[in-house]
């Protein structure tokens, strides 16, 4: 464990805007270095303020200092952030336990179950939920030292990309300008590296969820029906964003020197293997 | 087509945008707010709600962008079935809208957009 | 985000609202200050305080707009560096109450608490009991009235 803090903080060091601190600091977490992981989240989230896996670390680390009214404005401003994200859900029901509130624990642990239908620690504690608080705490503690790896598996930040290469196999760019996600913003395939070919994966897919909610609101509030894409240009490159089936999000990234008509036939075809891949995982 | 507009730039901005086949209306947007600068919009379109809408997506496609390390948005475009949205960001914080038929022409649009984004900057 | 309603015919409307709003915290209240809901609140001595400074700041820009001879200010916006608060008033069944709403300005912005308070305002006065304005809050009730709302505001 001490040579991965070194690990991480050299990393980190060397690269003070990448996500490495959210690894950082959860080390330095579970070594009990709370003040040191204090920091290294603070850090972290001035940099990247809107980045709900910030929060949610930040959040954790207050909870371990039994900073609970902090810790509950933090994992609050994560779901803002990210609506789904289970590890917030997770450490609200956690202090709505600690007040003795079943009902919202058990409300928050359900919509966590909904973004994750397979964590096992959100199942476990949710079959808790009408069986006794103190078991439930430690299930849903987030902050919890010694917990079943399958809980510690539920709070990763985002999951790994999952055979990457098949989903966009033969896609010029599938390893570094396309991604899929699931409708919490999890990755699902492909991988994204900005201009410095530094992956910022992670990243995009905590703002992704975001975008494609807020897409979807406007369009039907605006009366314009069901949105199909988003496509928009930046200084340095354009991305286009659609949704190759109802649970899905695909973002298509390329340089400036890629037309946007040209991108967009791109973000079709890459929707049609999308599509395909997920229909073959049923 | 209503039109209201605080000044003569402004209005001439949004009328070169709504001139355009298919534009079934524009706005200037304060950025921060998602309030309505100026409009000029058809019968049916609730300003505030384009005004707060898109200056809300505007903002999380911006940090999406940002993360994503394309720079900052010059140009963004929601398709939809019955319409669509294009916005141009001008660098006074204020957001050029237009709404549009879904076969609009988005380069012409996307020209007058910009156009109006210097027209306000 | 807990929301939790003295009266339960505002809860709807008001989850609602903080959802599509991005609302931090919301205090739905009668012109006295009497709350009937709150959003996003963890303690009882906040909304206290937040109810009585929110109907003190409403009573007084409507004896400004008295004095101006004009109709009440349909609502007031305070933008500070990371929040915004918006207190406006809206008419039910139920009489004259008051939203006192404070928002992100990472996550929400004036236009879009503006965009749902109007669909808070219509839903509230759909769901609002009819004829059942409230009587004249005397001192003494006053007290009584306000921990019992907090009572089933925070369930202790």
């Known amino acids: 464990m001490a040579d991965d803090v070194k690990a991480l903080s050299s990393q980190l060091a060397q690269d003070p805007d990448s996500l490495v601190f959210l690894r950082l600091g959860e080390a330095l977490r579970h070594k009990g270095q709370l003040d040191a992981a204090y920091r290294v989240a603070v850090t972290g989230l001035e940099r990247h303020p809107h980045l709900a896996d910030a929060h949610d670390l930040y959040a954790r680390i207050l909870a371990d200092k039994h900073d609970y009214e902090r810790a509950f404005d933090e994992w609050d401003m994560a779901l803002r952030i990210a609506p789904a994200h289970v590890g917030a859900l997770k450490g609200l029901a956690f202090l709505y336990f600690k007040i003795g509130d079943v009902q919202q624990a058990a409300a928050h642990l359900e919509a966590a179950q909904q973004a994750a239908p397979d964590d096992p620690g959100v199942a476990q504690a949710l079959a808790l939920a009408r069986g006794g608080a103190t078991e439930v705490e430690r299930a849903a503690d987030p902050a919890a030292e010694a917990e079943p790896a399958t809980v510690q598996e539920s709070l990763a930040p985002a999951a790994q990309p999952l055979e990457e290469a098949r989903v966009f196999a033969g896609l010029e760019g599938a390893e570094e300008g396309l991604l899929l996600l699931d409708g919490s913003g999890r990755v699902l395939g492909g991988a994204l590296k900005d201009s410095a070919g530094q992956d910022v994966t992670d990243a995009v897919a905590a703002y992704l969820a975001g975008v494609s909610h807020e897409a979807a609101r406007t369009a039907k509030l605006l009366g314009l029906g069901d949105w199909s894409g988003l496509a928009a240009e930046g200084k340095l490159g354009h991305v286009h964003l659609t949704s190759p089936s109802a649970d899905a999000l695909l973002l298509v990234v390329r340089d400036r020197a890629v037309p946007m008509g040209r991108l967009a036939i791109i973000a079709q075809r890459a929707a049609a293997a999308a599509r395909r891949w997920l229909e073959e995982q049923g | 087509m209503t039109a209201e507009s605080p000044g003569g730039g402004y209005g001439r901005a949004l009328d070169l945008i709504t001139r355009v086949r298919g534009v079934r209306g524009a706005m200037l947007v304060s950025a921060d707010d998602g309030i309505v600068v100026a409009e000029q919009l058809m019968e049916g379109i609730k300003g505030p709600a384009l005004a707060a809408l898109a200056a809300s997506l505007t903002t999380r496609l911006r940090r999406a962008m940002e993360a994503a390390g394309v720079g900052v948005s010059l140009f963004w475009h929601l398709q939809a079935e019955q319409g669509a949205l294009l916005v141009v960001p001008a660098v006074s914080g204020i957001l050029v809208v237009a709404v549009a038929e879904p076969d609009v022409n988005v380069g012409l649009v996307r020209l007058e957009l910009l156009r109006g984004a210097e027209a306000v900057a | ?156």
Do not use: C
Not at chain 3, 55 to 80: C, D, K, Y
């Open chain 3, 1 to 156: 985000m807990t929301t939790r309603a003295v009266e339960a015919w505002t809860l709807e409307p008001l989850v609602k609202f903080v959802k599509e709003a991005g609302a931090r915290l919301v205090l739905v209240m009668t012109s006295a200050g009497q709350v009937l809901a709150q959003s996003g609140f963890a303690r009882a001595v906040d909304v206290m305080s937040a109810a009585a400074l929110g109907a003190a700041i409403m009573a007084s820009t409507e004896e400004i707009a008295r004095q101006l001879n004009q109709a009440p200010f349909a609502a007031l916006n305070h933008q500070g560096e990371r929040h915004g608060i918006f207190l406006a008033g809206l008419a039910t069944g139920r009489g004259r109450l008051v939203a006192l709403v404070v928002y992100d300005l990472d996550v929400s912005s004036l236009g879009l608490v503006q965009l749902f308070f109007e669909q808070l305002a219509a839903e509230l006065q759909a769901a609002s009991p009819k004829g059942s304005v409230s009587k004249q809050v005397l001192a003494a009730d006053f007290e009584r009235d306000l921990s019992d709302s907090l009572k089933t505001l925070f369930g202790r």
